[in-house]
């Protein structure tokens, strides 16, 4: 059972107002059987800012004539040298990556993600990459 009191290292049990009958109560036995932390973090600094959203109707018409006119539709993107992933990101690739080795040793797979499961091994730093 969690402590209460001043040696609590927790929020008191708070209820949003406003909710469907026996919500409240619900969320209520939910914080007490778990509490929420005192030092919650906002997530931002974890994923770092945010990206703007696109605001619907700003790139212009959508019957407008092509950028590209010379260039055909089916071309494919230009998949050259992949960029550098950050060292913090990339410490964080091993422990999920035996998920990713089973996904493309599945029967299934194809050989796309076989490839996308070769490249990222790529970014697991070695022991003898230089650390920062």
């Given amino acids: 059972m969690p402590r209460k009191g001043r040696g609590s290292k927790t929020q008191p049990v708070q ?46 018409n959508p019957f407008r004539s092509t950028d590209r006119p010379g260039q055909p539709i089916a071309t494919l993107p230009s998949s050259g040298v992949a960029p550098p992933l950050p060292p913090e990101r990339a410490r964080a ?17 194809d050989p796309d993600m076989q490839d996308v499961v070769r490249r990222m091994e790529g970014f697991i730093p070695t022991k003898y990459d230089q650390t920062p």
């Fill in 93 to 109: 690739l091993p422990p999920v990556l035996h998920i990713f080795y089973a996904m493309a040793n599945s029967a299934y797979a």
């Fill in 15 to 60: 209820t949003e107002t406003g909710q469907q009958y026996g919500s409240a109560l619900q969320q209520e036995e939910a914080q007490m059987l778990q509490p929420l932390p005192l030092d919650v973090e906002p997530m931002a600094q974890e994923f770092g800012p945010r990206r703007p959203r696109p605001i619907a109707g700003e790139a212009g």
